[in-house]
């Protein structure tokens, strides 16, 4: 049965794969201070056109989420996001078994704008016992989004003026950037949303791997000086320092480099999740199915009568996204780099 | 000025004092282990009728709550509780400071229901990605709650119910529990929740002292047998084992005893705070003033005009609760043991 | 039975007493903003001689500790202190459960020395593998250690020196401060340890106040303007922000004014304590017992034969120290405010 | 140069990369759920002849060290373990930010004694002030030690009984089991220590992948039914729930299958570290140095003059071990399953 439950149902593209072996008997010492790691730096230092950035490569995603969050924050401080934020809703409480509240900001299609940011610090400073109070300390937002969707340049711009205004370092969670930076080229164009952009916006951000074809594996950036120190020893303390930390290296070698020989895998990675995600949007458009979010990138959640998705179930591999009415619930389709056209064309005859 | 910010204003009630001083000199040890401590503890078991109770006495209601919490749950899991909570809304995150995630559901008036307790159970362990979530492993409620609304008795056995039913611990913050039991008398006579009733139906509650009357202290009852073990070490490690733990010992004997000879003195002090505080109520709707939250206990949030606040602010202390419309704001004033007639009267007089 | 079992086996100094009966009806707000903390703390100042220090008041001693150090370290970094320290001994972990290594130094008499600590941290910075260790971040000294003993004047400079070269702020436990105050000042004479030499030479210390005569009460006292931001939201944080805040200013208002008539009543206290030990330590050495720790301050360590201390057990309360060998054992007297010639003289007469 | 700095220089063994190339397209889902961990489970747990065990896979031994910690401990306990186990020595403090206190016991070969663990306990629970120490609540061991040294069976089975008796679940970190278990067969014959021999007297070990031969892996296993519930939780939480799970299983996979054809891999490559380590150890005392720790697994630490180590810098990789005197140095070698003959003799013509 075909699969589209995530996209992490593969291993990683063949091309990591194979570089993967080439170098396995190499000899490097470990933690990523070997050579693969240094050339991985500086090359996804070169793509986000931001030669002072610090990188680190990290296993996962809730481990990297963790680790940053610990590292910005004071005891007595919280993060700001998204009711939807995967640090609010997937991640068993890792942030809050670091110490730290997440002060979640509601939201319906997974975003979260400047103007609530702004509100909430307001409001905490107006409040008489705003000492009695968690402090927000940071602002965690997700590109794109849990539910698929993306913020505009527009967006990120007043986000980041109102989290500089404020004092609030900005992270973005990139556990699925790649896909992301496609969909707002397509859907923007020349008002895409860069990484160079990001580089520029955020204080740290992160361009996941796991997500987006790589076994495994997240890089983290942190552009701003004052979060730079000591970080390794975050790393090591959340248990993200891998002792073969060249796997990390290798892989983000194979993705981020040729930049100058046309469009580096990572991004050739997710644009083929994002043209295959369109054509099974089209499908569903066509049959006449609403969206629980509508989104540009590789999730795409119709909602579908009940009866239909007990049809499905034995035929197709997807996830169920909660109930809606009494008839009808959301589901959720994935897409990644592995996604083929007979795939797509197989989930489309099946709909 | 009279102030009713709160209803610790003053010291404490004189007989408290009294005894403080009649025992100043007398040398005991330390760490709770004193004989005041220990008559205090047969007193309050008695009057929670509970013989095989542990009851320990900690010095404040964020301290205790911290305290409780940390024992009851696994690493995982996270404490449910109404969105006004105590814990989630003003002590700056003691609760995530140890590790846990707060829980918080929808409130209007302060109160959670069974319902939304079993909902969300049932929701969590339903959920595909279940160990992604934090678990729910116990269920806080404040009585009174923070808007000073009071469960009936029906309802604390429905949660408790749940509660049992579902396997998650039910512990009530009493830190106003006083006026909660003589509110729950006033307005449902024979029906009233009793402090037996709370020892029957909680696992773990505390008889608050810092805002009833006491310089300071809280009294936590445990019922349930499997979160016994070991509590004064968490006491210890949540920095709550006072040294001179025979003032806590002291306070609680002058509190809860005499129980054959009338009204033990804890009630009886929360009674005048009730007494005064209906009086207010009364002028208050007199002057056609809605409420922020209907209740009979101790604390009082009419909605004035903006107008209205500023005039009385030079004329009497009171806390600001949060604007409402464009031109109306709640405010709280607050009684306590110490409220006289002639305060009373004389705010009374000013609105 | 005498107790000498600890300088907390009475309530607190008469004088205290008093004023908080004179004080008991006035109204003020809570948390640490009434009248009598902002005089408390202009006297605490005063007598410090740092007029722009920040002070704060907390309830107990491990409450105090916990929150310093959470305030002060990086998540990754732990605290460098004598491996009799109080936070690493009898703190039930505190300082863990709050995230931080205590990195213990090893001691005979309960000090630690400058080039203790300048070894450590070169140590630390030079292994390869350093970010795989925790970072020192701070350094805890006790004043008098847990053992009695006291740091001269000229070992509190070289440690604040090298503190202050490493970048590593120097926190001193006071617990039991004005006991060591008054110590020093009969051992050293002139270069005794002071008051103003403490704000000088430390970044952050406490003034005690619950072993020293106060009900209960630790004055948080900030020099380093680093460490100032913030602090109240660490104190309500870790439960130590006392509703009826004033309780701790009274306290300290008492003991800390009217320097400019005489001793004040918190070095008075003191001084009492100091003189009655060095009657007892006196007669043990008449007696010919040895010390396990040679200390001029309010704790004896004599080393009994195990059958004189079976023989004073039934007849004066002490506390055991530990075995020393196969027949002698330490024990512990204790010696406060409270002590009276009388007891001493009782206590003598049964060795 | 040739590096004999760890045993992760480099990737995995030759069938790993095979199993993962040709499994890459397979379509699995995620998190440990696929069938490539259902079996590896089934492998390892007939491997340790422990059908009802547990088997949990995890990223690397930080992480796995705190997540097993924190899934046992109660906040006020603590874990004993030799001064160097890697939890207190070499993790940055993760346990501590999980907040628990590493209680470590004396040791000079790295391991620690069933009379260290009695005596320990019994001395906490003796003293007057239990409640002010961390409660002993579970015992850290490694096999091999961190210096390279192994219990002998005899010393695992007091040991555990101890554990057993005290209520202790006892904890061995595995991170190099293979080769403490090959050791132990080579020195010990017929009374070696076995994977089933583990299974029973642990409650809960790791058998490493990462510095055996894995890319990266530790296959955690719980036999305390005690134990077992919602460890997934805490995988989660510690960021060790591998979104491609199946990467872990595939590994251990090859490491664990073909136990009726002969050695499973796991083991093989084991030995082959073991053989090599035991030639430059043979060369070393040819050359008359003497070891910092005696020890027959694949960790070996020569003494050297310091101007030998100088000379060898440029020639071989190698770690630094600490300075011994004034003139001599410990060093370590490291072999692995990738260590060639060719390899060991040219380090020893170094020598």
Redesign the interface.
């Known amino acids: 049965m ?2 589209f ?2 996209d ?5 593209h ?1 091309r990591i ?1 194979e570089r ?2 080439e ?9 990523g201070e070997d050579p693969h790691c240094a050339r991985a730096r500086e090359l996804v230092k070169a793509a986000i056109q931001a030669p002072d950035a610090d990188v680190h490569f990290l ?5 990297t989420n ?1 680790t940053v969050i ?2 910005v924050l ?3 401080q ?1 993060v700001l996001c998204a009711s939807t934020g995967h640090i609010n ?6 942030i ?7 002060l979640s900001l509601p939201t319906t299609d997974g975003k979260i704008s400047a103007a609530q940011i702004r509100d909430y610090v307001d409001a905490h400073f107006a409040d ?2 705003f ?5 927000p300390g940071m602002v965690y937002i997700s590109f794109p989004t849990e539910l698929g969707t993306i913020y505009s340049l527009a967006e990120l711009e007043e986000i980041s003026a109102v989290c500089h205004e404020k004092g609030l370092p900005l992270f973005l969670d990139g556990a699925r950037l790649g896909y992301g930076l496609i969909a707002s080229e397509m859907v923007e164009g020349a008002d895409a949303v860069t990484l160079p952009d990001l580089a520029r916006l955020c204080d740290v951000f992160y361009i996941g791997g ?2 987006q074809g790589a ?2 594996g997240e890089a983290v950036v942190i552009t701003n000086e004052a979060l730079k120190k ?1 970080f ?3 790393i ?9 930390g ?2 990390l290296g290798v892989q983000y070698e194979v993705m981020f480099e040729g930049a100058d020989a046309g469009e580096i895998l990572y991004l050739a990675m997710a644009r083929n999740a994002i043209v295959q995600a369109e054509k099974i949007r089209a499908a569903i458009v066509a049959k006449g199915y609403p969206f629980l979010a509508e989104n540009p990138t590789n999730q795409v959640f119709p909602i579908l009568p009940d009866a239909e998705i007990a049809r499905l179930r034995p035929l197709v ?1 997807f ?2 996204w909660g109930r809606v009415d009494a008839e009808h619930s959301a589901i959720r389709f994935v897409t990644s780099w ?1 996604t083929t056209d007979e795939a797509v064309e197989e989930l489309i005859s099946l709909l």
Chains 1, 2, 3, 4 share one sequence.
């Open positions: 075909r699969l439950t995530s992490y149902t593969e291993g990683a063949p794969m993967l072996i170098t396995n008997l190499e000899q490097t010492i470990g933690y296993v996962g995603g809730t481990q963790a610990s590292s004071r005891p007595y919280g809703a997937h991640e068993t409480g890792a809050e078994h670091g110490g730290h509240k997440v008489e016992s000492e009695h109070t968690v402090q796991t997500k076994l495994f000591d390794r020893y975050n090591k303390q959340g248990g993200g320092m891998l002792a073969k060249r796997l591999g996830e169920g592995a």
